[in-house]
């Protein structure tokens, strides 16, 4: 059959692509931006790309018309203060678009909507599936609460609070309860229900077999790592206090901070669990799910992370759009350096950031990402998904990926930091060397004020960086 996959440079979609592969599915791949697609190699031949925007309906016109299914994957929580606005008529142009195809089944993944005063974030999501189910075709819903698995958005910030917390002193949304679900399950969820005739215009919650308080996910989170932990519950704390509480201590924006402050005073717990006995799923534990989270961390073998996507970081741009590097009215910071092993310089460079560091001077490099949290932005907490392998669209701390070529010996990243300006951080080899090239182009007077202040420490980072990237040893 042939299934068109929107979301698919998502958390989910990375991985939903794969198993529909594997079931001898045809898939159509809906993208915003083709640069930011980096499929396993091992299926390129058996996918399509088609580069559409949602919210264009003229772009939705390549969707191909002989297309049976469809999965709708995308929401825009943290890109935009409207939202709501935004993902209605996404929706609203996708149903239009797929009325002039041959489609039998749209399926949806929402969240639990089961309460009467619904979030803002939730009910959002409650006006999508409205749209959607009005087309002419069967909408499958699917609707999970916390979803917990490597690189995911609720997992990385439960791991944030409880390894770098010995004490917490918390707002009483922790006392919510929910119902996590371990991403491999939704993974199930999703596949299985394809096709499957007793789904069709129906929507189901699903989730674990653990109830719990936010308060019992971080505790059992810290049991699950043999970590002591006191939490301690206070009702005082306002949602904006809570939305800089979280922000500040997790790798999270403030914009997705606050939805999921807002999301958590709602409790999301599943009406029934009939849709188990229709797929035959037994979904896993809240511990089994932290432990196979674990394992793929552990053998760094993260398919996707929440964190490479726009939402991280607040911005939402085109990768095409900044590519080529400006020079006109720019400062830029030059060097060059003779390596002596071009395979062990590729390898450090490729290996540039979170857990590794930046190889020199680390400490101002964390004091720069502290600044940035501090005037809004994303700080270096994002770290990066894998530890070795860089694609065009990683995060990689308070930098996005523009372009990564391993042969070709080039790697471009573009700064998400809060910055009176734009800038680019580019190493390439050419011959012999490492050259080493920040670029940055102003904004205003303010702009180049913050390049002459910032001058004497960039003189430090960026020698010391390139002599220990071609310097014939591991660090």
Known sequence: MKILLTGATGYIGKRLLPVLVEAGHEVVCCVRDVQRFNPPRSIRHKISVIEIDLLNEESLKIIPKDIDGAYYLVHSMSSSDNYETLEK?????FRNALEKTNIKQVIYLSGIVNESELSKHLNSRKDVE??????GYGLTTLRAGIIIGSGSASFEIIRDLVEKLPIMVAPKWLKTKCQPIGVTDVIAFLSKSLFNPETYNQNF?????????????????????????????VPVMTPRLSSYWLYFVTSTSYKLAVSLVNSMKVEVICRDNKINSILEIEPHSYEEALKKAFNKIENNAIISSWKDSYSSSGIS????????????????????SKMSDRKLCLNKIWSI?????????NWLWKLRGVLDKIAGGVGLRRGRTNLTSINTGDAVDFWRVLYANKNEGRLLLFAEMK????AWLEFK???????????????????????????PFHGIIFRGMLKKLTKHNKK
């Open 89 to 93: 008529s996404s929706a609203v142009n």
């Open 130 to 135: 409205i749209e959607l189910s009005k087309g």
């Open 205 to 233: 919650d699903i989730g674990g077999p653990d109830v719990l308080s936010y308060k019992q996910m971080l505790l059992g989170f810290a049991k699950c790592r043999n970590l002591k932990r006191s939490i301690f519950v």
């Open 317 to 336: 741009f085109d990768i095409t759009d900044f590519i080529q590097v400006p020079t006109f009215g720019c400062f830029i910071d030059h060097r060059k």
């Open 353 to 361: 950031g979170g857990e590794t560091g930046w190889y020199y001077a």
């Open 419 to 422: 910055l009176p300006g734009e």
């Open 429 to 455: 080899i050419v011959g012999d060397q490492l050259e080493q090239t920040a670029t940055f182009r102003p904004l205003g007077l303010w702009g180049r004020l913050y390049w002459y202040l910032v001058l």
